[in-house]
């Protein structure tokens, strides 16, 4: 067949033109594994990303997209730097895994041989906590709007005594539809006043709750499944306790009904309470407070917390609004030693998660906890709600600002920063996947190009000597080839407006994705 000897032909000369690319994958034999494993718990017919990656079609379709978004480390979304600090249960891909899905890409995305195929995994209902023994439901509730829906809904425990709860489940009504979602629990009438008020299920808040009594318990995003507190502690329930969920739900979404489902497993009496504070805020621990951000400036703040006895910290959440791009908390001990907690140097308001670390962490007593973060409130932060840039100053409201990194903290016991949460360092892959192993960072997201979004001519940075480019369109079509480098820019004038994907070949052979809009 002439097409098939073509298409032969094409793959030897890059077999030859890459002689770095010793091994071939093929979506059968490695690709349809790491996207099983790391992609469609969202992107699924009824996931929360946008488009399915379910079968071999859909990921060739979007092939450039995916290259482009793993090389910069935007998916799967895995805000908190893992060079800085590895957690337990962290849905990041490996460098050979990026590797093997941009060499896919290059080598033409060949399906591979049928008897490889791994089973898809699917994804209709079952809980993770099949047993639990509270499980409460928010009324069905419609969307009403096309932007961000962030909306608190309350949720009675009516439980006469004091329980521990061990794990916590949110089931999304409609997993289309549910973002994330924040758990809290409060013993005041404030969040069922507040809920009476508001004539529609639930009731509208932002940030917080809108009640001061209210502890974070977790955070749910999607495909995390169940939260279970690390091994050996529990959170304590007191009498009486209502469960808060605040849901969020994405733009675009409005006459779409959900009714998310909480489930809580409880445990002995003597599990070791977690208490979920936000050890550093922008109350009392601010060094250069109060948080105000005026119009047209960037801003750091720095957070600082001494007098500490000894703790034992399991997780921790960082959490701001809008106009916040990055945010970091380490520790100081008495010996000058410094553990990482986090950093997140591209914060997204829509990834937030519940970090828990590989092992408990020992704060050992006279550390001090520092926290830094930084808001940009000009017109250049795309995140920015207000054009133009208005003061910001702390607050509830969606255009507030907040600066919590809350943590999971316990009295320390010895032995604590031996129990194991998850060292295992990957996401499990799927059942019928092989495992790939170990985790490394690369140096893709130091090649960058701009202006981004550009309509003129776009610069790269990062790569030293000039390198081969081929620009594509949405569609994966070749629309221009040549040569670019510091000084070499490409010129997009004549193009259309839209997405394209800029592949960088670079003297190092190496392959590189980057995704351009064209405005
Ligand atoms: C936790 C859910 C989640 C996981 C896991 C996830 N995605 Fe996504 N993905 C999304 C959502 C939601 C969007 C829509 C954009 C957004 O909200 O960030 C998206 C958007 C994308 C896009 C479009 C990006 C763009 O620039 O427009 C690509 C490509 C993509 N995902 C690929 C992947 C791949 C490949 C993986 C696995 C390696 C993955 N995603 C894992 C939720 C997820």
Not at 328 to 351: G, Q
Request: overall charge negative; proline content about 8%.
């Amino acid at each position: 067949m002439k097409s098939k000897s073509l298409l032969l032909a094409l793959t030897a000369t890059v077999i030859l033109q890459n002689p770095l690319g010793a091994h071939n994958p093929t979506w059968t034999d490695g690709i349809a594994c790491i996207i099983y494993s790391h992609c469609t718990s969202c992107h699924n017919e009824n996931g929360i990303a946008p488009f399915s990656l379910m079968t071999y079609d859909d990921v060739y379709q979007n092939r450039y997209s995916i290259a482009a978004s793993v090389q910069a480390k935007s998916m799967p979304p895995f805000p908190a730097s893992t060079r800085y600090r590895k957690y337990a249960h962290a849905n990041t891909l490996s460098e050979h895994e990026i590797d093997d899905i941009v060499d896919w890409v290059n080598n033409f995305a060949p399906f591979g041989s049928a008897s490889d195929i791994p089973t898809p995994p699917t994804y209709t209902s079952g809980y993770q906590l099949s047993d639990p023994d509270f499980i409460g439901q928010i009324p069905p509730y419609t969307v009403t709007s096309n932007s961000d829906v962030y909306r608190m809904f309350v949720i009675p425990v009516n439980n006469s005594v004091q329980q521990t709860i061990k794990s916590i489940e949110v089931y999304p009504g409609n997993r289309e539809i549910v973002h994330h979602a924040l758990v809290f629990q409060d013993t005041s009438t404030k969040p069922l006043t507040l809920d009476q008020n508001d004539p529609l299920p639930g009731y509208a808040a932002f940030g917080g709750t809108g009640s001061p009594s209210s502890k974070l318990l977790t955070v749910y995003t999607p495909g995390q499944g169940a939260f279970n507190f690390a091994p050996g502690f529990g959170a304590q329930m007191l009498p009486n306790t209502c469960i808060i969920l605040q849901m969020h739900y994405p733009g675009g979404v409005s006459g779409q009904v959900d009714s998310t489902q909480i489930r809580i497993k409880y445990g002995p009496s003597t599990l070791r309470d977690v208490n979920t504070i936000a050890a550093l805020n922008h109350h009392n621990t601010l060094t250069n407070g109060p948080l105000f951000i005026p119009a047209n400036t960037v801003k750091t703040f720095y957070n600082k917390q001494n007098n500490l006895i000894n703790r034992t910290l399991t997780g921790i959440m960082p959490h701001m609004h809008l106009i916040g791009t990055s945010i970091r908390a380490y520790c100081v001990t008495t010996t000058n030693d410094t553990i990482h907690l986090i950093d997140i140097p591209e914060w997204d308001f829509h990834w937030q998660y519940f970090y828990q670390f590989q092992k408990p962490i020992l704060i050992p007593a006279g550390s001090v906890l520092y926290g830094e973060a930084t808001y940009d409130n000009t017109d250049s932060n795309p995140h920015n709600p207000n054009n133009p840039p208005k003061d910001v100053s702390r607050g509830e409201g969606t255009e507030d600002e907040m600066f919590l990194i809350y943590m999971n903290l316990s009295n320390y016991q010895p032995g604590d920063t031996s129990i194991v949460i998850d060292t295992s360092g990957h996401y499990l892959h799927d059942a019928s996947c092989f495992q790939t192993s170990g985790i490394s960072e690369n140096s893709y997201e130091d090649i960058s190009v701009y202006p981004n979004p550009a309509s003129d001519k776009i610069f790269t940075q990062g790569i030293i000597g000039e390198c081969r480019f081929t620009l594509f369109d949405s569609e994966g079509k070749t629309i221009l080839t040549g040569n670019t480098g510091p000084n070499v820019p490409v010129d997009i004038r004549h193009l259309t407006t839209g997405t394209y994907y800029l592949q960088l070949r670079t003297p190092k052979q190496e392959v590189i994705y980057k995704k351009i809009i064209r405005n």
